[in-house]
């Protein structure tokens, strides 16, 4: 009798091992998800306990565990999927937290939202203006929780000109507690606009943070001059960006600062020189990857 054991076809063992890795893979998916309800199960805690206030996002407190994770990250997997994974679980607990309206001043244009959802998540909530003044107005209003604004420059209009209006305060106190993006090695494809977050909210540190100071200038202050007059009262100067009109008699600069800067700092108070005192207009984590101050 012949032996049909040969006929028997061979055992496929790169298939056996394909499958091992992909069923160990699930078993991680598992472990991941029934960590991820875990953490859904704190923050709803949390929420019942009052954890938050007012406006529910904590810009410095995100920017600070973000660092802290990619600090320890290691091997193949792209620290940019680190931080989309973790700015996808702060969007999810501030649903789970009642939700996030943000307004955004586009001017038409698609790169802010985009900026904006990324920083956000794509379920958030977001209300388009085409200028920052009808943006802060949801603010004012209470229609929406933050504003996404863009970057001042020495090109911008009266209109465009919105962290002049934060000089003067209101109700409520507007103040700037973010800078996006965060990701600030940016690759082709993905959205290039720079944008800073404003909110009824007085910013929280990160650990690595930088501040912007509103002064009120003479029209013929040189940029050199107010660098020199922040420096002597103590602060590490890094942009400034001077708005003089003609024929006005109070012109603006705005300054970025080493450092969260309070606002009631006692260095403003002492600085001689500027038409008033010096307004700290906010503060922001400094991007992950970034080389340097930019506006």
């Known amino acids: 009798m012949s032996d049909t054991s040969s006929l028997s076809p061979p055992h496929d063992t790169a298939s056996e091992a394909l499958a091992s890795l992909r069923a160990e893979i699930d078993a991680l998916d598992d472990r991941l998800h029934d960590l991820l309800m875990e953490r859904a199960l704190i923050i709803e805690r949390v929420a019942r306990d009052g954890g938050k206030t007012g406006v529910p996002i904590r810009p410095g407190r995100e920017a600070a565990m973000l660092r802290r994770l990619l600090a320890r990250h290691r091997g193949a997997l792209p620290p940019q999927t680190i931080l989309r994974i973790w700015r996808e679980l702060f969007s999810g607990a501030l ?57 001042p420059s020495d090109e911008d209009d009266d209109q465009a000109a919105w962290w002049v209006g934060l000089m003067h305060g209101g109700v409520p106190r507007l103040a700037i507690v973010a800078k996006l993006p965060f990701w600030a090695r940016r690759t082709e494809g993905v959205p ?41 009262a103590g602060f590490d100067v890094g942009s400034i960006l001077p708005r003089r009109a003609a024929k006005q008699e109070v012109g603006y600069a705005l300054a970025d600062v080493e450092g969260l800067v309070a ?33």
């Open 95 to 151: 649903m789970i937290e009642g939700g996030l309206t943000i307004a955004v001043a586009d001017g038409g244009q698609a790169e802010l939202p985009a900026v904006a959802r990324e920083h956000f998540g794509p379920l958030t909530a977001l209300r388009r203006h085409r200028t920052p003044s009808q943006a802060l107005a949801d603010l004012t209003n209470g229609a929406a929780h933050a504003a996404v604004l863009p970057l």
């Open 263 to 295: 606002r009631d700092d006692p260095r403003l108070s002492a600085i001689a020189g500027f038409m008033a005192t010096p307004v700290i207009l906010g503060s922001y984590a400094v991007p992950f990857g970034a080389t340097g101050p930019t506006r």
């Open 192 to 232: 290039q606009a720079g944008a800073y977050v404003v909110a009824s909210l007085a910013p929280d540190p990160s650990g690595a943070d930088r501040s912007l100071i509103g002064i009120e200038i003479a029209p013929d202050m040189s940029t050199a001059r107010i660098a020199g007059q922040l420096t002597s």
